[in-house]
């Protein structure tokens, strides 16, 4: 079975600076989706990135980006310009490409709650 | 974009009575939903995955004798939590797959048991 590891509970950033959330996961399969979903306190998630395991290119939207390192099984989200809307809950998540059952359901971490300081 | 919507989005209940939540794909049909639970500041929990005209796929743990989920069409899933307690107060998500298998969430409802 697949797992995901967040291990950072909670981050904080100051606005317009940086930050990398950290996640990684284990996996026995070569060919997947990894997802980062944001849940702000509306608590509708929200697909933030996607990226398939397949493509060595890092994914990125606007000031997301991913650091994809597949040997390493690690996938971080760097958040550029951090911006006040931007403070949530941040889920990175895990998908099979084959069904096998499963019905491509997602494999959440436990979460990142994510300040931004003004 | 796909859309999914949930309703209500909050409901108050009397312990021992039963609640239905509804989970809706707006603009898509989807064959597979799934219902979430989840407690403040913690992750999703995958409760069940429901298909369309078969019977739904519980995880482990989770009593399917109190969670009802009927999927009886392609743009409907219905999850109701039978005798509820105060224990069953919550956050419940659902999401559907569109054909893509890309998962698409619901707003979510809150539920308070009293």
């Known amino acids: 079975a697949q797992t995901v590891t967040q291990s950072q509970p909670e981050m904080s950033v100051q606005e317009a600076e940086t930050v990398t959330l950290s996640c990684t996961y284990d996996?026995?399969?070569?060919?997947?989706?990894l997802f980062w979903y944001k849940q702000p306190p509306s608590r509708q998630m929200i697909l933030v990135i996607r990226?398939?395991?397949?493509?060595?290119q890092n994914a990125t939207e606007n000031r997301f980006s991913v650091n994809f390192q597949k040997a390493a099984k690690s996938f971080s989200l760097k958040i550029s310009d951090s911006q006040l809307g931007d403070a949530a809950m941040y889920f990175c998540?895990?998908?099979?490409?084959?069904?096998?059952?499963?019905?491509?359901?997602?494999?959440f971490g436990k979460g990142t709650l994510l300040t931004v300081n003004p | 974009g796909a859309v999914v919507s949930q309703h209500p989005s909050r409901v108050i209940c009397k312990s021992g009575t039963s609640v239905k939540i509804e989970c809706r794909s707006l603009?898509?049909?989807?064959?597979?939903m799934f219902w979430y639970r989840q407690f403040p500041k913690q992750s999703l929990m995958l409760m069940a995955t429901?298909?369309?005209?078969?019977?739904?796929?519980?995880e482990q743990g989770v009593e399917k004798d109190k969670f009802l989920i009927n999927h009886a069409s392609l743009t409907l899933s219905t999850l109701t939590v039978t005798s509820a307690h105060p224990e069953d107060s919550s956050f419940y998500i659902c999401?559907?797959?569109?054909?893509?298998?890309?998962?698409?969430f619901g707003p979510g409802t809150r539920l308070t048991v009293t």
């Open positions: 999401s559907a797959n569109s054909a893509s298998y890309e998962q698409y």
């Open positions: 996996t026995s399969e070569s060919d997947y989706y």
């Open positions: 990226q398939e395991a397949y493509k060595q």
């Open positions: 998540a895990y998908r099979s490409v084959h069904s096998g059952g499963s019905n491509y359901k997602l494999t």
């Open positions: 603009d898509f049909q989807a064959t597979t």
């Open positions: 429901s298909n369309e005209g078969s019977k739904a796929t519980y």
